[in-house]
């Protein structure tokens, strides 16, 4: 058993039992960031502050939410939106926040790609991340399920619809999941179940594992510059402070993290308060109806890009395709074949890739929202088999790069 | 070395602006049609050229012009022949009581109501030839004079019984123009008026009862039940709200729902009304929302000047 | 500056919790259902029937002439005088744990099953354990109807003598 001493003062008797000190060495002080970094490097601390906000919402929305076919609707727009002191307040917030989350993650994974922070140790760090956005998107689907409102039900329906897969018609599967055979009670509570349970539950599990596995490859840097970390770091202890390549986490970089949190939360809370149609479709405000498909049916802004990739193609090839573009990007550390880990643009034909697909996946977003005919049809259909291709170049073009 | 972030900011601004234009402004530009406000001018309508006479007015609207026959006149204390339900059973429709008539509709649109109630509706489509079909407020033929002369006299005798257009509240002006086809449950109202609070059960089953039979009617005359409005300024917009109160074929072709024929002003009325039932928030969103930027852009602004304290050592 | 950051955050953070708090509050729809109406013309004497106020059982028992001639003052300070009526309206929680007593109209008295205290037909305690008489809902007299949950001068006077917290 260890020893343990008579405490001096509160701070020893925990650091006895919980080595506090030794902890926020290692995730704090001595938690050694590159120098050599933007406000890029900031996102993932926009994340934490944005998934904070959506967890404290969340919990007030739950306090009145009812999970019910019947009052879920009349919950959220009579008793949150009316009768509850801010309740609009939280319900906005929470709607901005599950958006603006997506916007966040995409800068943040498109980040990842050009600088290569996917390489050489990190890849733990990619496959978790794209688990969370896996994980968070499961989170988003169930969410809008909740208002019950016109948008929720029909959105429920076709991605429902999906597991079914085409021509295997395992309508039993699909039935399965709802627990009906359209979206019904039993559909809605347990997506409901999901959404304040299960899937934070995993969330917070996987943030966990993110933040681990991003400890001890450390952060990349802009340059793809290898770093001695100890090298440097004994170099910053020493009091060469503007000479070292490093910087402490925390105050360090924490206070620039601060500073881009600062300005993201004006343009959040400009959304929240001022525009936040984007986040809350006119078309849920009208309550759910069986009976009644709305004349134009769309997902959010966020899900566009894999579900125009399922759209032009007949069901099976779209089925096909769509299951591809949700797993393709986890493979990323193994489909680029490449020795380097530098930014993009020193990379040759790499970086022609990034900015293509990086402008298609626009292209197809902007497609999966217009209405599928005549030319927006036709561009959809190229856009989509663009990013496969491009998927499918990747190995070949990445591995005949030379060595930077 | 250089300073990259600006470059980098606007590649990222960039993006998300162009992403954001695509499926906000522009997917919704092609996706819904457009549809200009004519601003109440109800141009196709013929003007009111002749100075009715309210003494006149008021022989016709009792005797010849045969009005009272279905509508009651609450402040001429004369009220309604029959409950809602049972006019809704007769009629379709609960004929308007035509109190604030003068005040609510747009003074041209009233007079060619009274001569022609299909065409100032705007639903001949419903009443033609080959569907047998007549619309249930007769025609007026004249009481032997110059009709159009009839026509201004009635509509001068609706006017100085009205309220003044400043009296009349959003919750009067909803009523009289949407509230006989439209429930709106989040304030209380059904098609019948609004709904007491009972004590005792049994009163309340038999009122909903009364308003669901007046629904059977409606949902027969228009081809299904007009939507509650209780969100409407929420999933349809105010754009949407009002020219189609304008002019509901403009927006959905073919609908069985009536031009409503309110002057500009009650039409800003009614969507008031819409808003304190959907869009209740509205003032403290604005008034929270000022407070919180305020704070943000000090702790911005205090989060900057803190990084640049702590980054001094680090260059 | 870090310290000046640190205390601008913390404002904000204390200024949130102030819109938290207010969305634990009771909502509007509940403050204005705080109210309910008795029409005092339909009680039968000594037979005690319960209502409901917020939620809570209220006592109504309208007195024999008997009772009222028998009453001690303790009783009679209780009273709620309607027309020459005399009523007991009482929130029917026991003082003791809050449960709901039994009236036995032979006994003209409540027992609480619980842990068998005690009440006369006025409401006061006749056998521990509890504390006190049943308390009495705020009420307004309004020709023959009472409204509860408003305070009128005669709730007011009662409040004042200690009669019920």
């Known amino acids: 058993m260890a020893h343990f001493t008579k405490a001096t ?40 502050i944005t998934f904070a906000l959506l967890l404290v919402s969340g919990i007030f929305l739950l306090m009145y939410y009812q999970p019910n076919v019947d009052t879920a ?66 989170e988003a689907f169930s969410g809008y399920m909740l208002p019950w409102g016109q948008m929720s039900y029909w959105a429920g329906m076709v991605i429902t619809n999906l597991f079914s897969g085409g021509s295997l018609h395992a309508d039993g599967l699909v039935e399965w999941i709802r627990g009906d055979y359209v979206p019904a ?14 899937i934070p539950l995993a969330i917070l599990g996987l943030i966990g594992l993110h933040f681990g596995a991003l400890r001890i ?43 881009v949190v600062g300005i993201y939360l004006i343009f959040f809370f400009y959304l929240v308060f001022w525009n936040y149609g984007f986040a809350m479709d006119a078309v849920n405000f009208d309550p759910a109806d069986g009976l009644k498909t709305p004349a134009h049916i769309y997902p959010e802004w966020y899900f566009l890009w894999s579900y125009e990739i399922l759209r032009p193609f007949s069901i099976d090839i779209g089925l096909i395709a769509f299951a591809f573009a949700q797993v393709i990007f986890v493979l990323l550390p193994w489909l680029d074949r490449s020795p380097n880990t530098v930014p993009a643009n020193r990379r040759g034909l790499f970086a022609i890739w990034f900015w293509v697909m990086l402008v298609n996946l626009i292209v197809l977003t902007a497609m999966g929202k217009l209405p599928p005919e005549g030319i927006f049809s036709q561009i959809g259909f190229v856009s989509a088999i663009l990013f496969i291709v491009q998927w499918l170049m990747l190995p070949f073009i990445t591995m005949f790069e030379k060595k930077v | ?127 033609t030839e080959e569907s047998g079909k007549m619309h249930p407020m007769a025609q007026f033929f004249g009481a032997g004079g110059d009709i159009d002369q009839e026509a201004a006299d009635m509509v001068a005798y609706l006017k100085s019984i009205a309220l003044k257009a400043e009296e009349v509240t959003p919750k009067i002006a909803f009523e009289n123009a949407c509230g006989r086809c439209h429930a709106m449950s989040y304030e209380n109202w059904t098609q019948m008026g609004e709904k007491p609070s009972f004590k005792d059960k049994k009163d309340e089953l038999a009122f909903d009862i009364k308003v669901l039979e007046y629904q059977d009617s409606l949902k027969a005359y228009m081809g299904k039940l007009p939507p509650d409005l209780s969100m409407y300024i929420r999933s349809r917009g105010e754009h949407f709200v009002s020219t189609l109160m304008e002019n509901p074929q403009s927006q959905l072709e073919g609908t069985a729902m009536p031009r409503v024929g309110v002057t500009a002003e009650m039409a800003e009325k009614v969507i008031e009304h819409m808003k304190d039932s959907g869009d209740t928030k509205r003032a403290e969103r604005e008034s929270v929302g000022m407070n919180v930027m305020i704070y943000i852009i000090i702790f911005a602004i205090f989060a900057l000047l803190w990084k640049k304290q702590v980054w001094r050592d680090l260059h | 500056m870090g310290k000046a950051f640190g205390a601008v955050a913390g404002v904000g953070a204390i200024a949130s919790l102030y819109a938290m708090k207010k969305s634990w509050d009771p909502l509007p729809s509940v403050r204005s259902a705080g109210f309910t ?72 008295g409540f027992l609480c099953a619980c842990h068998g205290g005690q009440f006369d037909y006025s409401g006061n305690v006749t056998k521990v354990p509890p504390p006190r008489g049943f308390d ?9 109807t009472l409204v509860l949950g408003e305070a009128g001068p005669e709730y007011t006077k009662m409040k004042e003598n200690g009669i019920t917290l």
């Open chain 3, 37 to 108: 109406t008795l029409d005092l013309s339909v009680y039968k004497e000594n037979e005690l029937v319960t209502e409901k106020w917020r939620g809570k059982p209220i006592f109504v028992l309208k007195k024999t002439a008997d009772m009222v001639a028998k009453q001690t003052d303790a009783q009679k300070a209780r009273d709620i005088e309607v027309n020459g009526a005399h009523y007991m309206v009482c929130i029917g929680l026991c003082t003791h744990l809050g449960c709901i007593p039994a009236y036995e109209p032979a006994k003209e």
């Open chain 2, 1 to 127: 070395m250089k300073n990259k972030e600006p470059l980098i900011l606007a590649v990222v601004v960039i993006f998300s602006l162009i992403t954001y234009y695509l499926v906000e402004p522009y997917a919704h530009h092609v996706m819904h049609k457009h549809v200009e406000s004519e601003h109440f001018a109800y141009a196709d309508l013929p003007a009111l050229d002749k100075t009715g006479d309210a003494t006149r007015g008021q022989e016709l609207v009792v005797g010849a012009g045969a009005c009272t026959g279905c509508h009651s006149i609450e402040v001429a204390g004369m009220p309604a022949a029959m409950e809602p339900q049972m006019a809704a059973a007769s009629y379709g429709v609960n004929p308007p009581d035509l109190s604030n008539a003068g005040v609510v509709y747009d003074e041209k649109f009233l007079a060619q109501l009274i001569k022609n109630p299909a065409h100032a509706l705007k639903v001949e489509h419903k009443f």
């Open chain 1, 9 to 48: 003062s509160v701070k020893d008797w925990l650091n006895q039992r919980l080595a506090i000190d030794k902890v926020e060495k290692v995730m704090m002080s001595e938690y050694w960031i590159p120098k050599n970094i933007n406000f890029l490097w900031a996102m993932g601390m926009v994340l934490v």
């Open chain 1, 185 to 198: 009670q039993a559909f809605l509570t347990r997506f409901f179940m999901l959404h304040v349970l299960l």
């Open chain 3, 136 to 144: 009495i809902p705020p009420f307004k007299i309004e020709g023959n």
């Open chain 1, 217 to 259: 490859p450390h952060v990349n840097n802009q340059e793809g510059e290898e770093i001695d970390f100890d090298k440097e770091a004994k170099k910053y202890l020493a009091g060469d402070k503007a000479g070292s390549k490093v910087m402490r986490f925390a105050n360090d970089f924490m206070s620039k993290d601060m500073m």
């Open chain 1, 73 to 138: 609707f009349y919950s959220v727009n009579y008793t949150i939106m009316r009768d509850v002191d801010f309740g609009w307040l939280w319900r906005h917030v929470h709607g901005v926040a599950a958006s603006v989350v997506f916007l966040i993650i995409y800068i943040h994974m498109f980040t990842g790609i050009y600088y290569g922070s996917y390489k050489k140790g990190r890849e733990l760090i990619w496959v978790s991340g794209m688990l969370l956005f896996v994980a968070f998107s499961a």
